[in-house]
């Protein structure tokens, strides 16, 4: 990946000074299982998995997430296959209402904020970021093979709800392999269509 890192890299973040490649970098939201995507907490129905857009919409401040009752957002992350997830970036709200602190946990799709309590991941505090250019590098060797992405944000820089306008998460994707062998397998399977075709004219059925 392109781009400078800050002086605070080696704190788990960089500034991002080159944002050509930005859009196929960081475009893993096509790989979320979208309609199956949770947000606890959220204000409004919904409204979380909004967050998971295009690099080049990121900027769109008419969608995004609040938090209902207190600062707290539990995001739950199906992904049609397998990630490699190697960074994030968050935009938060223009104030105090910005995370300040992310938790990350994979392949626990049944987490609730009682399990919040169990260690992360991957934890790591997180700066005001309006412009989302500045990466969290994630750790590969813990997030090498992921098909679920937990996603806490215990708390903000001081609001009373927290406000997320987007998440946006660079990786590497594969199938998963009983996709795989569900596509071979209806890929060889016969089409009864066709072969009721064949019998009625009884000549063979050419594949070109």
Known sequence: MSGHCCDHSCEGHQSINNTEDMGVLYSLYTRIDTDRVECLNEAIEG?????????????NFEQFVE????EELLFKIPFTGNVKLKGLIVIGGEDESHPSRIRLYKNRPDMNFDDVTVEAD??????RDM??????IIKIVKFSSVHHLTIHIPKNFGNETT???YIGLRGEFTKT???AIVLTNYELAPNPAECKTDIQEKVPHQIH
Not at 122 to 127: D, L, N, R, V
Request: hydrophobic share 25%; net charge negative; aromatic share 14%.
């Open 122 to 127: 991957q934890e790591f505090e997180t700066m």
């Open 47 to 59: 409204s979380g998995r909004r967050v998971f857009k295009p690099w080049d919409q990121r900027l």
């Open 131 to 136: 412009s989302g250019t500045l990466e969290y």
């Open 177 to 179: 392999q009983r996709e």
């Open 163 to 165: 406000k997320v306008y």
């Open 67 to 70: 938090s209902d009752c207190d």
